[in-house]
């Protein structure tokens, strides 16, 4: 780990906050209404909860919102007029993002900013923002980040890491965008903080206690389509698809129109392969018909299908929030790991 940064009081902290406020900057923390944490903007430091652990959905939203328009149109006596609609411009520091979820950005930057056609509003909307990246002191039971190549201090998609150091905050600079949100006048961390950090996150790390999810498991993933193990992990889900929409790398969506005599527009909104309509042909044929087949392509589409390759990676990252809230208990780690097992079994058995 980078042994250079800087060391913050508490009050230091929210100070900054509000600093970032003052400078016309959007900034989004997460904030306790009714009982639940989750992101929202903030006006003040004094809303910002920084407490240990996650909020109740990931900020993914910021950057690739619920419902979007993608154009409007008027009708004119001579034609359609067109138009797109504004791209965003003010800058935004997410702030108090857990590492996992900072990961799940970049796969949502896969999907959105290295397919054949660049996403015009969310390239924009990720130009703008700077993430802010708290590492965990805490585990919770549902987490797993470490199984999938991550890690509670990771730096992957994040611009400025800030790790719990006792009563204090250690501050590191990962990318020059989070450089440039720094204060000349902080003061240095020490050498020995930052080992004592690091072996704090090792210990963190050493906590969760799930398997691994080797390489191969994508091929053999892939191999078991018709294991009864998908069925029987399945048989529970409720097709509700709370797993997708609080997933931080989830990106399936919808288009719908909206119109009128005078006009209309085509909005984007958020949608997930676990419903049944996700895949319902106008023939009224649905290739995935049971919520068995439904759990499985999720499952997939996480751990196997573009992954992990030499340029692709495991599209989980280990948040485990689909686990903690899923109504009927399912454990997507839990699921895929019985699949590799069953194979393996069947192996040892056709070997026997």
Same mark, same amino acid.
């Given at each position: ?14 100070e900054?906050?509000d ?12 904030v ?40 409007t ?37 896969e999907?959105?900013l290295?397919?054949?056609?660049e ?7 990720? #130009? ?7 590492? +965990? &002191?805490? /585990?919770? *039971?549902? %987490?797993? =980040?470490?199984? !999938? ?84 992990? #399945?048989?529970?889900?409720l097709?509700?698809?709370? +797993? &997708?929409? /609080?997933? *931080?790398? %989830?990106? =399936?969506?919808? !288009? ?37 087949a ?46 590799? #097992? ?11």
């Amino acid at each position: 780990m980078q042994k250079t940064g800087w060391r913050l009081t508490k009050s230091e902290l929210r100070e900054w906050l509000d600093r970032l406020l003052r400078e016309n900057r959007r900034v989004i923390a997460p904030v306790d209404r009714d009982g639940l944490r989750y992101f929202r903007p903030v006006t003040s430091a004094d809303e910002v909860n920084l407490d240990p652990g996650k909020t109740r959905w990931s900020p993914k939203e910021f950057l690739f919102p619920r419902t979007e328009p993608l154009y409007t149109y008027d009708l004119r006596a001579n034609g359609p007029e067109l138009h797109d609609p504004p791209l965003p411009e003010q800058e935004q520091v997410v702030v108090g993002v857990r590492c996992c979820d900072a990961a799940g950005l970049v796969r949502l930057d896969e999907v959105f900013l290295k397919g054949k056609v660049e996403d015009p509003l969310y390239a924009r909307r990720r #130009a703008l923002t700077t993430i802010v990246a708290f590492a +965990c &002191a805490e /585990v919770e *039971p549902e %987490c797993f =980040c470490t199984a !999938v190549g991550g890690s509670p201090m990771g730096t992957e998609g994040v611009d400025l890491l800030v790790i719990p150091f006792g009563a204090d905050w250690l501050v590191r600079p990962v990318t020059e965008k989070g450089r440039a949100l720094a204060q000349e006048a902080w003061k240095a961390a020490s050498r020995e903080a930052w080992s004592l950090a690091e072996e704090q996150g090792q210990r963190v790390a050493q906590e969760i206690a799930r398997t691994p999810v080797a390489k191969e498991w994508a091929a053999t993933l892939e191999q078991n389509f018709d294991s009864p193990v998908w069925k029987d992990v #399945a048989g529970r889900c409720l097709s509700c698809s709370i +797993c &997708a929409y /609080v997933c *931080p790398s %989830c990106s =399936c969506f919808d !288009v719908h129109h909206e119109g009128n005599p005078w006009g209309g527009r085509e909005i984007r909104c958020w949608d997930a392969c676990t419903y049944a309509l996700f895949t319902l042909h106008a023939s009224g044929h649905n290739p995935r018909g049971g919520s068995d087949a439904r759990y499985r392509q999720r499952a997939l589409h996480k751990f196997s299908y573009l992954a992990p390759g030499e340029d692709d990676v495991i599209r989980c990252v280990g948040c485990g929030r689909c686990i903690a809230l899923c109504p009927a208990g399912i454990d997507i780690h839990d699921a895929v790991r019985r699949v590799v #097992a069953s194979s393996q079994e069947g192996d040892a058995h056709g070997r026997g």
